[in-house]
T-cell receptor, first 116, second 116 residues
Framework: DGGITQSPKYLFRKEGQNVTLSCEQN?????MYWYRQDPGQGLRLIYY???????QKGDIAEGYSVSREKKESFPLTVTSAQKNPTAFYLC???????????????FGAGTRLSVL | AQSVAQPEDQVNVAEGNPLTVKCTYS??????LFWYVQYPNRGLQFLLK??????LVKGSYGFEAEFNKSQTSFHLKKPSALVSDSALYFC??????????????FGAGTRLTVKP
């Protein structure tokens, strides 16, 4: 899982509660991503950020929010508006040099979120 | 928009036999293709990628993949499977026309089980 640290490993959310998932990288990568993984659906992009203080919505951004105040950190908040948050969440990063589309994404170990 | 399909949810092989995990793609420009592996409760690990050049790409742990433009496929192969290869495998694609868009599309995944 390289230099990407996700915490906590397991997280439980109560009804109406916002929870924040942490993602830190020491790879000096410019781009960071959040994916949601559900069984049989592969990975779906929630948000991504190419540079500090800038981020873009992915395919399933509703009910989630992010911030990118530091290059190495990209926390994801699962808000109470996300009605089905139970999933495995993966953070990734990549360099932005050269042709972006060719670059490998490196993944953290993931956070499993469940609803109480 | 790019897309990728993994037609098999599950692949079972005996240890020592060759294995193939299938992937087909659709892009508007040229494809940049990736294979990742995921072990239980872990993030994705990069195996190999095709950008251009030789259609046979060699990667980590003895895996290789063959790019076939006419069939729009990028099947993952290994000559002799190991029990430790048992995991979830993801194919991913980016479009060469997505230079300004970090839009990597993942397949739904194929669970490989290698039996002793």
């Amino acid at each position: 899982d390289g230099g990407i640290t996700q915490s906590p490993k397991y997280l439980f959310r109560k009804e109406g509660q916002n929870v924040t998932l942490s993602c830190e990288q020491n790879l000096n990568h410019d781009a960071m991503y959040w994916y949601r993984q559900d069984p049989g659906q592969g990975l779906r992009l929630i948000y991504y950020s190419q540079i500090v203080n800038d981020f873009q919505k992915g395919d399933i951004a509703e009910g989630y929010s992010v911030s990118r105040e530091k290059k190495e950190s990209f926390p994801l908040t699962v808000t109470s508006a996300q009605k089905n948050p139970t999933a495995f969440y993966l953070c990734a990063s990549s360099i932005e040099a050269g042709v972006i589309a060719k670059n490998i994404q490196y993944f953290g170990a993931g956070t499993r979120l469940s609803v109480l | 928009a790019q897309s990728v399909a993994q037609p098999e949810d599950q692949v079972n092989v005996a240890e020592g036999n060759p294995l193939t995990v299938k992937c087909t793609y659709s892009v508007s420009g040229n494809p940049y293709l990736f294979w990742y592996v995921q072990y239980p409760n872990r993030g994705l690990q990069f195996l190999l990628k095709y950008i251009t050049g030789d259609n046979l790409v060699k990667g980590s742990y003895g895996f290789e993949a063959e790019f076939n433009k006419s069939q729009t496929s990028f099947h993952l192969k290994k000559p002799s499977a190991l029990v430790s290869d048992s995991a979830l495998y993801f194919c991913a694609v980016r479009d060469s026309l997505s230079f300004y868009n970090n839009d990597m599309r993942f397949g739904a995944g194929t669970r490989l089980t290698v039996k002793p």
